[in-house]
Nanobody, 124 residues
């Protein structure tokens, strides 16, 4: 049984930093693309960042480039999203997702496995 467990969310002031994690089990972490999406209240789920296997390639949405960093620890079957210079607009529930393959795509329907989400709230 595949399970993705998101953790690390919380309340942070604008300009601050936070790192969220996603621990995977029940699937071969090798050759799996890992990504982060987010969904703010009243908005559609949107792609944030992704990392391929074994981690040499990353991709970000424009609004987080230079502020967010996605990484993976393949020995721990865990993917991370380090978020810095957080803005109020980054407030959302963040979800990790996974799919076998090599290509990072930005469409949520390309990903078979999803975490339960972790809330990130940025205050002024």
């Amino acid at each position: 049984q595949v399970q993705l467990v998101d953790s690390g969310g919380g309340l942070v002031q604008a300009g601050g930093s936070l790192r969220i994690s996603c621990a995977a089990s029940g699937l071969s972490f090798s050759r799996v693309v890992m990504v982060w999406f987010r969904q703010a209240p009243g908005k559609e789920r949107e792609f944030v960042a992704g990392i391929n296997w074994p981690g040499g390639r990353t991709y970000y949405r424009d609004s987080v480039k230079g502020r967010f960093t996605v990484s993976r620890d393949n020995a721990k079957n865990t993917v991370y999203l380090q978020m810095s210079s957080l803005e109020i607009e980054d407030t959302a529930v963040y979800y990790c997702a996974a799919a076998p393959g090599a290509a990072i795509t930005t469409k949520n329907y390309d990903y078979q496995y999803w975490g339960q989400g972790t809330q990130v709230t940025v205050s002024s």
